[in-house]
C-alpha cells in the first residue's frame, strides 16, 4: 500500500462542518489560462448539457458573470490556455482564505462576503 504512505497536508482544505461539494465544469479558453488549485472561479455561462462554464473571478472583468465567484478550483493544475478544458471544483464547504487565488489585483477582501453566500466559507488557518 504505497500509495497510502503519506498524505501530504492539504493547504486549501480549512475545515470539515460544512459538506465539500464537488461539481465537474469547463474552463474557457484563453490565452495565459493555467489555473492551479484554490483558483476562484466564476461562472460565465451554461453548455448545451447544463455544465457551468467558468473563467478566473476578476472584479475588473468587462462581463458581470466574471465578477461574481462560485467555486474553488479543486485540479492541481488545469491549462486552458489553447482550449476549453474540462476540471472539477469545490462549490461548497470550508478554505484557508490565505489559499485562494483571485484574478488581476482581486483579494479575499474583495470576495470574502460573496464567497460566504455561495456557501464557499472562508477560515483562517494557523499553522
Avoid at 489553447?82 to 472539477?88: D, H, I, M, P
Wanted: hydrophobic share 45%; glycine share 8%; aromatic share 8%.
Amino acid at each position: 500500500m504505497p500509495a497510502y504512505e503519506s498524505v501530504p497536508y492539504d493547504n486549501l482544505i480549512a475545515g470539515m462542518v460544512q459538506p465539500i461539494v464537488t461539481q465537474s465544469i469547463l474552463i474557457e479558453a484563453a490565452a495565459g489560462a493555467v489555473y492551479t488549485r484554490g483558483t476562484v472561479m466564476a461562472r460565465t455561462g451554461f453548455a448545451a448539457d447544463g455544465t457551468w462554464i467558468c473563467k478566473i473571478v476578476d472584479t475588473a472583468a468587462a462581463a458581470a458573470g466574471e465578477k461574481v465567484p462560485v467555486a474553488v478550483l479543486a485540479d492541481e493544475l488545469v491549462d486552458a490556455s489553447a482550449a476549453q478544458q474540462r476540471a472539477t471544483v469545490y462549490t461548497q464547504g470550508e478554505f484557508n482564505r490565505d489559499a485562494l487565488i483571485f484574478g488581476g489585483t482581486d483579494t479575499i477582501a474583495t470576495h470574502e462576503a460573496a464567497l460566504n453566500n455561495a456557501k464557499i466559507y472562508t477560515k483562517r488557518v494557523v499553522k
